[in-house]
């Protein structure tokens, strides 16, 4: 077995690897922690038969997820399955994992949510590599009442292959095309609407792979309270977003935003 080891936000995660072609794709591809000595809060095996990838989980909590190696043709297929399975698990951490690239400037931190394709990865281009903390997969921690912004550990070519000291998040933005940059508010409850759709664990609630009825409505309660003093926090603008041109000046349009 091959082994890595990642943080999530503060949280250490360990998985071991039969194959080797998959555990140098995600060497490639994850910030890896060197933490021999903690034990880890997660830890995942991924298993191969002659038709099907095995993912079982034995911390925090058992379960087993089995898949045709049909369907997981691909290696990236696998990642989108593991970071499910972490961001899953992590949320009884009070760590929210969305679909988004973040930023920081200014001494604040600043996430990008939307579909793909709608500009996330432009933003992220526009900053400095070392103010960089996602290019995809956004990871927040609450802490108290505020919420912190913790460099993604799935993002390492984008981050320069190494983490970053959390920061305080200033500014949620959800993406969408247009021929103009304009920010725009939006009620709380309409923020909230926004970030559910948004979540990087969706696959996991459209299955019957958790047979743990009370583990799974936990963490759909825990996500709903991140979701919900997320929102609250830090309430949602909407940026409508020229991609194509890509003119944007963050530091006019966006971060002088007043939330």
């Given at each position: 077995m091959f082994q890595l080891q990642l943080y999530c936000a503060d949280v250490l995660c360990?998985?071991?690897?039969?194959?080797r072609v998959l555990y140098e794709y995600f060497i490639e591809r994850y910030v890896l922690a060197d933490d021999n000595?903690?034990?880890?809060y997660l830890l995942l095996t991924i298993k191969h038969t002659e038709q099907e990838v095995l993912f079982e989980i034995k911390k925090p909590f058992p379960f087993l997820i089995t898949l045709s190696k049909e369907r997981l043709s691909h290696p990236g297929n696998i990642n989108y399955i593991v970071r499910s399975i972490i961001s899953f698990c992590c949320l009884s951490k009070n760590i929210l994992c969305l679909h988004a690239s973040s930023c920081i400037s200014n001494s604040g931190g600043y996430v990008f949510t939307g579909p793909s394709g709608f500009g996330k990865t432009t933003i992220v281009k526009k900053f400095e590599e070392e103010d960089v903390y996602s290019n995809d997969t956004a990871i927040i921690k609450k802490k108290g009442a505020a919420f912190l912004l913790f460099s993604s550990p799935f993002d390492k070519k984008h981050l320069g292959g190494f983490e970053k000291k959390p920061i305080s998040i200033r500014g949620v933005f959800l993406l969408q095309k247009s021929k103009k940059n304009i920010v725009k508010n939006v009620?709380?409850?309409k923020g909230i609407e926004y970030l559910f759709g948004n979540f990087t664990d969706k696959l996991l609630l459209t299955h019957h792979w958790l047979k743990n009825r009370d583990i799974m409505v936990s963490q759909e309660e825990k996500r709903s309270f991140l979701i919900v003093s997320l929102a609250t926090y830090c309430p949602v603008k909407i940026l409508f977003f020229d991609k194509e041109a890509a003119v944007l000046l963050l530091n006019k349009t966006i971060l002088k935003t007043k939330f």
């Open positions: 360990r998985i071991l690897i039969e194959e000595i903690q034990a880890p009620s709380v409850s």
